[in-house]
T-cell receptor, first 115, second 113 residues
Framework: GAGVSQTPSNKVTEKGKYVELRCDPI?????LYWYRQSLGQGPEFLIY????????DSGLPNDRFFAVRPEGSVSTLKIQRTERGDSAVYLC?????????????FGPGTRLTVL | GENVEQHPSTLSVQEGDSAVIKCTYS??????FPWYKQELGKGPQLIID?????GEKKDQRIAVTLNKTAKHFSLHITETQPEDSAVYFC????????????FGAGTRLFVKA
């Protein structure tokens, strides 16, 4: 079956602009996670959802970052007033259930470049 | 806060040799430790995991060991092959207040044919 998909695969924007990054999880997966990966680093936790609600958003770096999952499936990560330091690969993952130890399946990521 | 340290950052081995990657974690409440392999342009993929009630787990050429007292866990790859070349990440699932997964910085493994 289809894995986690993310669109766009690449996004180039200018400093100060608004961007939206989309994640389509594996069908039936109730848990969804967003990570940010800078060059040469491991994924950095941003937020995860159980269903429609954000169970933990403590990883969001500041109030310019926001994520939604209105119907419990597709999720959108929104970044306002982008800064050059936001440049990174944004990864989305989903898991069947919301519990520790449930395998997370990652998408290929969206590479965001802020000029 | 929670932290996972991983070393070495780069590891080069000859085909057929073994590779060992080591990690330490800070949150004593962590009880789930997955390992991921990431190839260029792709998302990480789970290769093996271990829970805190187990000291060792093996899956063909891959094994993971866990020492909860020392807060250490390690990945062992035997009989390495060129296709094992990738970046490997260890991670720990934080036990405090939720199921955040904290990743190490990664080890770039080169297997020379």
């Amino acid at each position: 079956g289809a894995g986690v998909s993310q669109t766009p695969s690449n996004k180039v924007t200018e400093k100060g602009k608004y961007v939206e990054l989309r994640c389509d999880p594996i069908s039936g997966h109730t848990a969804l996670y967003w990570y940010r990966q800078s060059l040469g680093q491991g994924p950095e936790f941003l937020i995860y959802f159980q269903g429609t609600g954000a169970a933990d958003d403590s990883g969001l770096p500041n109030d310019r970052f926001f994520a939604v999952r209105p119907e419990g499936s597709v999720s959108t990560l929104k970044i306002q007033r982008t800064e050059r330091g936001d440049s990174a690969v944004y990864l989305c993952a989903s898991s069947l259930r919301f519990e520790r130890g449930n395998e997370q399946f990652f998408g290929p990521g969206t590479r965001l470049t802020v000029l | 806060g929670e932290n996972v340290e991983q070393h070495p950052s780069t590891l080069s081995v000859q085909e057929g040799d073994s590779a060992v990657i080591k990690c330490t974690y800070s949150d004593s409440a962590s009880n789930y430790f997955p390992w991921y392999k990431q190839e260029l342009g792709k998302g990480p993929q789970l290769i093996i995991d271990i829970r805190s009630n187990v000291g060792e787990k093996k899956d063909q050429r891959i094994a993971v060991t866990l020492n909860k007292t020392a807060k250490h866990f390690s990945l062992h790859i035997t009989e390495t092959q060129p296709e094992d070349s990738a970046v490997y990440f260890c991670a720990a699932s934080s036990g405090t207040g939720g199921f955040k997964t904290i990743f190490g910085a990664g080890t770039r493994l080169f297997v020379k044919a």
